[in-house]
């Protein structure tokens, strides 16, 4: 199972859908034409009817479930391959964007991240290794700050040194995603300081009015594509909630590559 930090939405309760299909199939009105020739008995004979189908056979409902689940399901990859096909462009050409890997690379790894996120910090190594490996990966950064203030400070700082130095980016980007303990002002200008950055003209640049669009951009994507926790990658027109193995990575890498 995938593991990540959810933002504000929650996952559908099996029990409101089983709700919503016994409305559909036991309290849904009879069609008009049929209610106006048929008794009050007549009705109530028929809803006793559905009623004991049911109670005998708890299958339909399960497998009604399932059914809609899996229809949900299809419905939401078709909108978030319309929706990744149509925001190409802002995936690829966003100079406030941080990229690692090679920045010609014919295939695209996007990732939702939070520096603060646990299992963000446990898949850096299967990012690290996968663009190691194979040089045709462009690796595309979404910062996504949802667990807090904290988390703001951080991306802030991350794009800051992007924008006006970003050739110490990555360094800073595994420093700080690679280390433990909370996050701070004085420790991302300590980790700022091995950079050999100047940290008085860092924190200059953290008030950049560009880094307030971009973060807002970025939590307008996140939600058009129905993103609401970290990490989250998008590897061909394929959506990945979730932290993934380094197996699982070259798997769909190889997919994207083939298509």
């Known amino acids: 199972m995938p593991m990540y930090h ?52 708890p299958d339909v409902i399960l497998e009604s479930v399932r059914l809609y689940r899996e229809q949900e ?19 690829a050409d966003d100079p406030i964007t941080p990229i690692m890997g090679n920045p010609d690379g014919a295939i695209t790894i996007v990732e939702f991240f939070d520096y603060q996120c646990g299992y963000c910090k446990k898949v850096l190594s299967v990012v690290k290794e996968m663009i190691s490996t194979n040089q045709n990966i462009r690796l595309v950064f979404m910062e996504f700050p949802i667990l807090g203030e904290e988390s703001v400070l951080a991306s802030r700082a991350s794009l800051a040194i992007w924008i006006n130095w970003p050739d110490r980016y990555e360094a800073f980007h595994n420093a700080l995603m690679g280390g433990r303990g909370a996050i701070s ?30 973060l807002g951009d970025n939590q307008d994507l996140a939600e058009s594509l129905g993103i609401s926790g970290t990490p989250a990658f998008i590897i061909g027109d394929q959506l990945i909630p979730g932290a993934i193995d380094i197996s699982t990575m070259r798997e769909l890498v190889e997919k994207a590559a083939a298509s």
């Open 6 to 57: 959810r933002h504000t939405r929650s996952l559908k309760n099996i029990c409101a859908v089983s709700a919503l299909t016994l409305s559909l199939l036991w309290a849904a009105p009879l069609p008009a034409w049929a209610a106006e020739h048929m008794s009050e008995e007549e009705k109530q004979a028929i809803e006793n009817l559905v009623r004991d189908y049911l109670m005998a056979n």
């Open 73 to 91: 399901a299809v419905a939401e990859q078709e909108r978030v391959s319309a929706t990744l096909a149509s925001l190409g462009d802002i995936l």
């Open 185 to 214: 002002q004085s420790r991302i200008m300590e980790i700022a300081a091995t950079l050999d950055l100047d940290t008085n003209q860092l924190a200059e640049a953290m008030n950049d009015p560009r880094i307030n669009e971009a």
